[in-house]
Structures are given as structure tokens and as C-alpha cells.
């Protein structure tokens, strides 16, 4: 089993940045990839980066450019750096990490202020 843990999650204005963190523990010598998507009310789960074991990224149109996805392994732990933040990208982000099977966080709010 793993158990993912975010943290990071907040309120900010636009144009501002906000870094979010996820702890991995567990089975983690299974993990293929890392990640996070997100949920906005009325709008479906979107990947925003994910980052497999090879250090290959992968980013969501809307983020590319504005988001950066890091890891440090001696942590266990999976980064989103977020800049030049919009109220579009408000929405609760899970992190997410996958071997045969998808594993959640719980989930942390970002909020984006106008």
C-alpha cells in the first residue's frame, strides 16, 4: 500500500506562486510515476505535471510554462512549484502516485483570489 500526504495548499493572488508538497510512503519502491491533477467545482479531475521514475515531466496545457514538478527521493517527496497563479486555477489538488493501480491524497485546497 501507499499512503500519499499533501501539504502546501492555500489562499494567494493572482500572480503569485505557492509551492505544494506530497510525501510518499509505503510500497514506494513500486511507484512508476508521481503526480498531481485537480478538480474545480463543475469541471472534470485534469492532470497538471506528473513526473514518471525516469525524470521524464509531463504538464496540462493550462499549467505548461506556469508550473514546475520536482522530486526529491531521499524524501519520498513530489513538488509543484506554481507561478504566475490565476483564479482559473483554483481547484483542490490531489497528489497522485501510480504503480499497477492509482493512489490519492486527500487532497488541498488552492485558492486563487480576483
Known amino acids: 500500500q501507499v499512503q500519499l500526504v499533501e501539504s502546501g495548499g492555500g489562499l494567494v493572488q493572482p500572480g503569485g506562486s505557492l509551492r505544494l508538497s506530497c510525501a510518499a510512503s509505503?510500497?514506494?519502491?513500486?511507484?512508476?510515476?508521481m503526480g498531481w491533477y485537480r478538480q474545480a467545482p463543475g469541471q472534470q479531475r485534469e492532470l497538471v505535471a506528473q513526473?514518471?521514475?525516469?525524470?521524464?515531466?509531463n504538464y496540462g496545457d493550462s499549467v505548461r510554462g506556469r508550473f514546475t514538478i520536482s522530486r526529491d527521493n531521499a524524501k519520498n517527496t513530489v513538488y509543484l512549484q506554481m507561478n504566475s497563479l490565476k483564479p482559473e486555477d483554483t481547484a483542490v489538488y490531489y497528489c497522485?502516485?501510480?504503480?499497477?493501480?492509482?493512489?490519492w491524497g486527500q487532497g488541498t485546497q488552492v485558492t486563487v483570489s480576483s
Open positions: 509505503g510500497s514506494i519502491f513500486s511507484i512508476n510515476a
Open positions: 497522485h502516485a501510480r504503480d499497477s493501480r492509482y493512489y
Open positions: 513526473i514518471t521514475s525516469g525524470g521524464g515531466t
